[in-house]
């Protein structure tokens, strides 16, 4: 069993900063790619950042310059750094992880339950 918990999340006004993190707990042989997704509402999820294991990073467009990406291995978490916050950041920001729980296993894709993310104006 493996589980992914997000925390952080919470009301900002527009120009603040958040910083998400999200923890994979269970068993765990390795964890590849980790990275964030949000989705407002009406709108479909889509990524806001990726973290390699090897710590390459890619952001969506529109955070980019705004938000910073991070993860301890040794911790199996990841971090979404978020700053110049804007009132169309506001969604429900869901981290996720390929996960394998032993050196033969394949990854697996694992989904946290979700912390929601709202900017006023």
């Known amino acids: 069993q493996v589980q992914l918990v997000e925390s952080g999340g919470g009301l900002v006004q527009a120009g603040g900063s958040l910083r998400l993190s999200c923890a994979a707990s269970?068993?765990?042989?390795?964890?590849?790619?980790m990275g964030w997704y949000r989705q407002a509402p009406g709108k479909q999820r889509e990524l806001v950042a990726f973290?390699?294991?090897?710590?390459?990073?890619n952001y969506a467009d529109s955070v980019k310059g705004r938000v910073t990406i991070s993860r301890d291995n040794a911790k199996n978490t990841v971090y979404l750094q978020m700053s110049s916050l804007k009132p169309e950041d506001t969604a429900v920001y869901y981290c996720n992880a390929d996960i394998r729980y032993t050196i033969s296993s394949p990854y697996r894709h694992y989904w946290g339950q979700g912390t929601q993310v709202t900017v006023s104006s």
């Open positions: 973290i390699t294991s090897g710590g390459t990073t």
């Open positions: 269970g068993s765990i042989y390795s964890i590849n790619a």
